[in-house]
């Protein structure tokens, strides 16, 4: 029997020196009833033939706008006194994140996990296996949030806020894709990635993987039954699993959002833009029982990479790698 898919271990100790390989551990949390939140992502970028490199990538969201920063540092290294990964002197491990991207933009957080981890992929052998080339979970989809940010001399407290704690991988990232995480006050949530996937001169239609929670029992969506309609700073999207279908929006305006350069191993870029502090409504239809209706209120995250550039997004003018 193979053993069980460890939802924390980082991949990147194990590439080949020949490979090329991309990996993240992020954190996402707002703080309730208000506009303001924070996406915190460790990143380990390694191109073939070439040593990996780590960045600690922090974007502090309001109304007014994001204030990013990120810090490229030389021999990231995996696990160690409860660490996951640690990029110069910060880290994220068991229940604690602590790092500093650049002067004057710092953070201290201690997270616990409200639910089991989120495996996007339906088969442990996915997680394994060569394709596909991009693997997603979340060790932590539901997760509640203290300690402190710091940010250009303003110390912002981090009491009870919630979010999520995610972890990807991959050697190459999906050629589009749309990641959405909300959730709700009553403590449902969502969390799913959907993607376009280049094969030879081919691109796939979406493809999605996730789930929702509602009353604390855990429903898969997925699969190609997947309607998209994105643009920047919007997305319409159903979902469905066994039973069930999620019909919803998520939509933020376009200064609330912060656009990065994400480069695959091989040199190639995507232009992503993330809103953590977005709107979210859905409508979640079972079979037997009448329409829910969920919203969340400026704490929803919705993300799209993109290999075009006339998307009018401001982007960081950090390069990936």
Request: aromatic share 10%; hydrophobic share 40%; charged share 25%.
């Amino acid at each position: 029997m193979a053993a069980a898919i460890d939802p924390t271990e980082a991949r990147f100790p194990l590439v080949p020196t020949t490979a090329g390989h991309y990996e993240s551990f992020f954190l996402k949390l707002c703080r309730p009833g208000e506009r303001l939140g924070a996406w915190i992502r460790y990143t380990v970028h390694k191109r073939p033939r070439e040593a990996p490199v780590g960045s600690l990538w922090f974007t502090l969201f309001e109304e007014a706008g994001p204030r990013a920063s990120k810090l490229t540092l030389p021999a990231p290294a995996a696990g160690g006194g409860g660490s996951w990964v640690r990029i110069g002197e910060a880290t994220i491990g068991d229940g604690a994140a602590v790092g500093e991207a650049e002067a004057g933009v710092a953070w201290d957080i201690r997270f616990e996990a409200g639910e089991s981890p989120l495996f996007h992929l339906p088969r442990d052998w996915m997680y394994r296996a060569r394709l596909p080339r991009t693997k997603l979970l979340s060790p932590a989809p539901a997760a509640r949030f203290d300690g402190r940010l710091s940010v250009d001399g303003r110390e912002i407290a981090v009491e009870g806020w919630r979010g999520m704690v995610g972890h990807n991988w991959g050697a190459q990232h999906a050629e589009r894709w749309i990641w959405l995480h909300g959730l709700t006050p009553d403590g449902s949530w969502l969390d799913a990635a959907i993607g376009r996937v280049k094969v030879g001169p081919l691109v796939t239609p979406w493809v999605g993987n996730g789930a929702i929670a509602i009353d604390g029992r855990r429903h898969a969506l997925g699969g190609p039954r997947v309607e998209v309609r994105e643009a920047t700073d919007r997305c319409e999207f159903v979902l469905r699993g066994r039973g069930i279908a999620v019909r919803g929006t998520v939509s933020a305006p376009g200064e609330r959002f912060v656009g990065w350069i994400y480069a695959d191993p091989d040199g190639s870029e995507h232009q992503t833009v993330n809103c953590s502090i977005a709107d979210m409504r859905f409508s979640v239809e079972r079979e037997g029982r009448s329409p829910l209706e969920l919203a969340v209120e400026g704490g929803a995250a919705y993300e799209l990479g993109m290999r075009e550039r006339d998307h009018g997004m401001e982007i960081q003018p950090y390069r990936d790698g």
